[in-house]
Nanobody, 126 residues
Framework: QVQLVESGGGLVQAGGSLRLSCAAS????????VAWFRQAPGKEREFVAA????????YYAGSVKGRFTISRDNAKNTVYLQMNSLKPEDTAVYYC???????????????????WGQGTQVTVSS
């Protein structure tokens, strides 16, 4: 069992930066792949970024590539999402999710993850 708690959201002006954190309980968190998803008002939840358990492989949605960076510190049981050059369209509730395996390259699919946090709100003003 893994419990996830996101933090670091808030209100920021366009062009600004935020760093989200996903803190996990459980001694085996270092063996879990982790992803960030987001859900804007009136829209479906979408994939943002993902990182392998080892931290050596990362994936990004095209809309955030070059602006967002996912990383992890397994000693601290924490995964981060550094968000730079934020745009109003990045406004959403951001969720972290974890699972021990990515079947058939499914890192970008919600159904690939069994464990989810409660989300943190990110609002980018224009």
């Amino acid at each position: 069992q893994v419990q996830l708690v996101e933090s670091g959201g808030g209100l920021v002006q366009a062009g600004g930066s935020l760093r989200l954190s996903c803190a996990a309980s459980g001694r085996t968190f270092s063996t879990y792949h982790v992803a960030w998803f987001r859900q804007a008002p009136g829209k479906e939840r979408e994939f943002v970024a993902a990182i392998r358990w080892s931290g050596d492989t990362t994936y990004y949605a095209g809309s955030v590539k070059g602006r967002f960076t996912i990383s992890r510190d397994n000693a601290k049981n924490t995964v981060y999402l550094q968000m730079n050059s934020l745009k109003p369209e990045d406004t959403a509730v951001y969720y972290c999710a974890a699972d021990k395996s990515w079947k058939s390259g499914s890192y970008y699919l919600e159904r690939a993850y069994d464990y989810w946090g409660q989300g943190t709100q990110v609002t980018v003003s224009s």
